[in-house]
């Protein structure tokens, strides 16, 4: 299994909502990554954790916060969200260790109202 | 990690070899070249790696100068399917900051 599985495909949220965008993966990766990307722009990288832990936090509105529940579910919740936040959010992971591609998943489309 | 830096923009011929090039010239001793792609509205999908040796795999190969300043992703007979935003990463072994600059858009055409 080389998946990573985001959830959900689309949400459309208001900005005074909370909702959490979900990635899974068992390939037993221990490095794990959420991405930003903007309509034809490349993926910004927002966070990156290793072996569950926050290692990488690209300077990201508190209005993101990422968890890492276990090693291989992470999470991005959402709350009081602008509209300049809608894009395609995506998750990656890897081994930990070594010269190693990352597999990502398809992306959630987030649109905020 | 080093950056990189591609051409924008590319049209290749059905059938053909896209040869596509990117540059590297702060490369460190440590450091890989990676590429991935992206078709529109997909989740990135990776190609190739290599340090120095020349690399190939059942999607492409990899070709990299001996001064490792640059290197050139040949997709050996490019499809319409092989339409899409190309990336070059340089990414140091053992580290988890990968960074994406702005890519290569590849348009192939019959």
């Known amino acids: ?113 | 990690d080093a950056k990189t830096t591609q051409p924008p923009s590319m049209d290749c011929a059905e059938g053909r070899a896209a040869n596509l090039p990117c540059n590297h010239s702060t490369i460190s001793g440590n450091e890989y070249v990676y590429w991935y792609r992206q078709i529109h509205s997909q989740g990135p999908q990776y190609i190739i790696h290599g340090l120095k040796n020349n690399e190939t795999n059942e999607m492409a190969s990899l070709i990299i100068t001996e001064d490792r300043k640059s290197s050139t992703l040949i997709l050996p007979h490019a499809t319409l399917r092989d339409t899409a935003v190309y990336y070059c990463i340089v990414r140091r072994y053992n580290n988890n900051d990968m960074r994406f600059g702005a890519g290569t858009r590849l348009t192939v055409k019959p």
């Open chain 1, 1 to 113: 299994d080389t998946e990573v599985t985001q959830t959900p495909k689309h949400l459309v949220m208001g900005m005074t909502n909370k909702k959490s965008l979900k990635c899974e993966q068992h390939m037993g990766h221990r490095a794990m990554y959420w991405y930003k990307q903007k309509a034809k722009k490349p993926p910004e990288l927002m966070f990156v954790y290793s072996y569950e832990k926050l290692s990488i936090n690209e300077s990201v509105p508190s209005r993101f916060s990422p968890e890492c529940p276990n090693s291989s579910l992470l999470n991005l919740h959402l709350h009081a969200l602008q509209p300049e936040d809608s894009a395609l959010y995506l998750c990656a992971s890897s081994r930990q260790t070594g010269s190693t591609e990352a597999f990502f998943g398809q992306g959630t489309r987030l649109t905020v109202v």
